[in-house]
């Protein structure tokens, strides 16, 4: 068995491909013993790629395009969180995204795609950081919502199934983000390029069980829900909320791939927010390598 580590963020629903391909046994299949490493430290997850001690990860996207533009040589492989899955829950009391001036909002990390979606939800009602509002790096969903739980933060963006969960304790939703910006690559699967180049079979052991992970997921429903209680434990009903909603939605890619136009949309949102010195790279595709997934693909 070949081993293999990918490290993925925290227990969050994001995770539910990697979680089906190690329970249904597509890994081994595979010959691949494969460690999924969860990380509570969001920008662990990208430097663990670069210093080799993860050979995959699902990764907060903007990390992928910060680091090209620095000369970095992570790449994007495959979609994982393609669209927004996220309502911005505040506590009881907040009436409306203008109601967040002088607040305090809960986000992955001031460099994570959370941050900067925040930033451009805020200006268009005219609410600017730092001047109107508060960023409060605190790490992923399961970290921002005890935080929203505690009163250290009075807003943040909560993902299915932890959504509803929190409407159903009394909390807000201010806002669907995903009716503003429909297309959004939040989290993708990466890899470091050098690593890839050398180690190609296992690589492709590895995609061709995250396709048949996909496709799993969206043909088995009682099976990705029974999967996401034993990882989350979250209660059947609220796996099966999340289910309908990235099923309906095509939140996670039915065919592994990235979306063009939410790499797009990330690389906006970003070029707004982020002061960068040159633009390494012009095109949603520079961002993204397609060749390792088709060639999987192929070999099914």
């Known amino acids: 068995m070949h081993p293999l580590t990918i490290a993925v963020v925290s227990r ?22 494969v460690t999924i490493d969860h990380i509570e430290g969001i ?34 492989i495959g979609g994982n969180v393609n669209k927004l899955p996220f309502s911005l829950i505040a506590r009881p009391g907040i009436a409306g995204l203008e109601g967040l001036r002088g607040k305090r909002i809960g986000v992955s990390s001031l460099r994570a795609g959370s941050s900067s979606l925040i930033m451009k939800l805020l200006a268009a009602r005219g609410l600017h950081w730092p001047q109107d509002y508060e960023l409060v790096p605190c790490g992923p969903i399961l970290a921002r919502w005890e935080l929203l739980r505690s009163g250290g933060i009075d807003a943040g963006l909560q993902g299915a199934p932890l959504n509803r969960i929190a409407m159903e304790q009394g909390f807000v939703s201010l ?5 503003e910006v429909p297309h959004f690559q939040f989290t993708s699967l990466d890899v470091h390029l050098d690593w890839a180049a050398a180690h190609r079979d296992p690589l492709l052991r590895f995609l061709r069980a995250f396709l048949r992970a996909h496709e799993r997921f969206y043909r088995e429903r009682e099976e990705a829900n029974a999967v ?37 949309a990330l690389i906006e949102t970003s070029a707004l927010i982020r002061e960068l010195p040159s633009r390494a790279r012009t095109r949603t595709e520079d961002y993204i390598d397609r060749s390792w997934l088709a060639e999987a693909r192929a070999s099914l």
């Open 12 to 33: 969050n629903y994001f995770n539910l491909p990697i979680w089906i391909a190690r329970s249904a046994g597509l890994f081994t299949a595979e010959g691949l013993d």
């Open 175 to 179: 806002c669907e983000p995903r009716d």
């Open 43 to 76: 920008e662990e997850v990208n430097a663990r790629l670069r210093d080799g001690r993860a050979q995959l990860a699902y990764g907060v996207t903007e990390h992928v395009i910060l680091d090209a533009e620095s000369g970095g040589r992570t790449a994007i």
């Open 228 to 264: 996401a209680v034993a990882e989350t434990g979250v209660e059947t009903r609220h796996a099966d909320l999340a289910w309908e909603e990235y099923t309906r939605e095509a939140i996670f890619p039915r065919d592994g791939e990235a979306s063009g136009p939410g790499v797009q």
